[in-house]
């Protein structure tokens, strides 16, 4: 099975910083790969598909980018309510796996 | 608005089995896939299977081959996971979640989440 590899697996950043998660798989899987918020509490959320296609109703300073085995989601400015864990998936093929996450807190 | 729908909480005693529902609305039953993903306290997203509720087709990850069994009643726009032989590490909030059909693909709405609490 394809394994999904989150870095860092936490992050401290402040307000306005610009933050870059890391999401490697150990075998390509072309575009098949989503990301997905889940803030202390909640229900997941789509974050991204496709790599780099934002869901709608995503704020821009959300993107995604990467193909093959080497994936980036970007928060450009990062907010007080982007306060989360962040988890990559693939979904070329089963078993649908996640990444072990990243949890990003306020500095 | 999608809605997905999802059985309250349950309590189970280890070797016992359990059935969670997520009922659908809003959108087209069988136009989407249901997925079931859960997560245990503390823990990151695994992954358990799919279900296309317009054949009926699933596919469940290895792991949890011959105790998982997923269905639907597309009369009611429901469906369910059933989960056998629980044990304590069964223990988890079980997620639905849609998907658009005709292959794998990213959830793009999930359930609120059930609580399995698997203990003697």
């Known amino acids: 099975d394809i394994q999904m590899t989150q870095s860092p697996s936490s992050l401290s950043a402040s307000v306005g910083d610009r933050v870059t998660i890391t999401c490697r798989a150990s075998?390509?899987?072309?575009?098949?790969l989503a990301w997905y918020q889940q803030k202390p509490g909640k229900v997941p959320k789509l974050l991204i598909y496709?790599?780099?296609t934002l869901q709608s109703g995503v704020p821009p300073r959300f993107s995604g980018s990467g193909s093959g085995t080497d994936f980036t989601l970007t928060i450009s400015s990062l907010q007080p309510e982007d306060v989360a864990t962040y988890y990559c998936?693939?979904?070329?093929?089963?078993?649908?796996?996640f990444g072990g996450g990243t949890k990003v807190e306020i500095k | 608005q999608v809605q997905l729908v999802q059985s309250g909480a349950e309590v189970m005693k280890p070797g016992a089995s359990v059935k969670v529902s997520c009922q659908a609305s809003?959108?087209?039953?069988?136009?989407?896939?249901i997925n079931w993903v859960r997560q245990a306290t503390g823990q990151g997203l695994e992954w358990m299977g799919w279900?296309?509720?317009?054949?009926?087709?699933?596919g469940y990850a290895q792991k949890f081959q011959g105790r998982v069994t997923m269905t639907r009643n597309t009369s009611i726009s429901t469906a369910y996971m059933e989960l056998s032989s629980l044990r304590s590490e069964d223990t988890a909030v079980y997620y639905c979640?849609?998907?658009?059909?005709?292959?794998?693909?990213?959830?793009?709405?999930w359930g609120p989440g059930t609580l399995v609490t698997v203990s003697s």
């Open positions: 496709a790599a780099s």
């Open positions: 979640a849609r998907a658009p059909a005709g292959g794998y693909s990213h959830f793009d709405d």
């Open positions: 279900m296309n509720p317009n054949s009926g087709n699933t």
């Open positions: 809003g959108y087209t039953f069988t136009s989407y896939d």
């Open positions: 998936q693939k979904y070329d093929g089963a078993p649908l796996t």
């Open positions: 075998q390509g899987i072309s575009n098949y």
